[in-house]
């Protein structure tokens, strides 16, 4: 072993993926989903689908922050015992790599959610659908706010300026810093925006993270349930 080099955490692999009976044992008296925000967002959607599956959504959080990376280090933060922190990530974020790699103490796919995205589409403020209706189409120098993941659905087709998430695209475009976004139905109705063009919802799969005390809380779970 090099002194200074990362080492990845080692993985109990006694402990199935799902663990979905150690987290709705008594011992675990909460778990809080960190997820990216503000409301809207595909990854919100999937993590709230994923404690309904698993059963445990009556003790549990969805706690909103503006990137993964704040989700992890919220994760992180929670060190309570009895409390597991699940932080959510996206198969196709487009930082993925840097995430798992950069954070080797962690374990970012330790939980998996297949969910069909909330519908993806092009989204603008109702002023602008008027614009498009008269001129058929919409001028090319019209920004769209899109996260980096989906930005090359509308490639060549304007200026894309990057927000941090799907639900950020679309507040975006709703206080009129940029005329389109690249945003999601639920994120749509919620900034009340007007959908141009449907890309469609495909089926996606999200990766929920824990830290090595949210192992350890699932750990003492199963010692306990074997008692």
Same mark, same amino acid.
Not at 27 to 37: H, P, Q
Not at 122 to 127: F, G, Q
């Given at each position: 072993?090099? /002194?200074?080099?990362s080492?990845?955490?080692a993985?109990?692999?006694?402990i199935p993926?799902?663990?979905?009976?150690?987290?709705?044992?008594s011992?675990?008296?909460?778990?809080?989903?960190?997820?990216?925000?503000p409301?809207?967002?595909?990854?919100?959607?999937?993590?709230?689908?994923?404690?309904?599956?698993?059963?445990?959504a009556?003790?549990?959080?969805?706690?909103?922050r503006d990137?993964?990376?704040?989700c992890?280090? #919220?994760?992180?933060?929670?060190?309570e015992?009895?409390?597991? %922190?699940?932080?959510w990530?996206?198969?196709?974020?487009?930082?993925?790599?840097?995430?798992f790699?950069?954070?080797?103490d962690?374990?970012?796919?330790?939980?998996?959610?297949?969910?069909?995205l909330?519908?993806?589409q #092009?989204?603008? +403020?109702?002023?602008n659908e008027l614009?498009? +209706?008269?001129?058929h @189409?919409?001028p +090319?120098?019209w920004?769209i %706010?899109?996260?980096?993941?989906?930005?090359?659905?509308?490639?060549?087709?304007?200026?894309?300026? #990057?927000?941090?998430?799907?639900? %950020? %695209?679309?507040?975006?475009c709703?206080? @009129?810093?940029t005329?389109?976004?690249?945003?999601?139905?639920?994120?749509r /109705?919620?900034?009340?925006?007007?959908?141009?063009?449907?890309?469609g919802?495909? #089926?996606?799969?999200?990766?929920g @993270?824990?830290t090595?005390?949210?192992? +350890?809380?699932?750990?003492?779970?199963?010692q306990?349930?074997?008692?």
């Open positions: 072993m090099i /002194q200074g080099l080492v990845f955490a993985v109990n692999n006694n993926r799902e663990a979905g009976v150690a987290l709705r044992s011992s675990v008296k909460k778990v809080v989903c960190c997820a990216l925000g409301k809207g967002n595909n990854i919100e959607q999937a993590a709230t689908k994923w404690l309904e599956r698993v059963g445990i009556r003790k549990s959080e969805v706690v909103l990137t993964p990376e704040e992890l280090e #919220l994760a992180r933060s929670i060190t015992d009895g409390v597991v %922190a699940v932080f990530t996206c198969a196709v974020y487009s930082r993925e790599n840097e995430f790699f950069g954070n080797p962690v374990f970012p796919f330790f939980f998996q959610q297949e969910m069909a909330d519908e993806m #092009l989204a603008c +403020k109702p002023a614009q498009v +209706k008269v001129h @189409g919409f +090319k120098n920004r %706010a899109s996260h980096p993941s989906p930005a090359p659905l509308a490639k060549g087709f304007g200026e894309i300026v #990057l927000r941090n998430s799907n639900a %950020a %695209a679309a507040r975006a709703a206080n @009129g810093e005329e389109l976004c690249i945003t999601t139905e639920s994120a /109705q919620i900034y009340e925006l007007v959908k141009l063009h449907s890309f919802s495909p #089926l996606m799969v999200f990766f @993270g824990i090595q005390h949210g192992q +350890k809380q699932i750990e003492t779970s199963f306990q349930m074997r008692m």
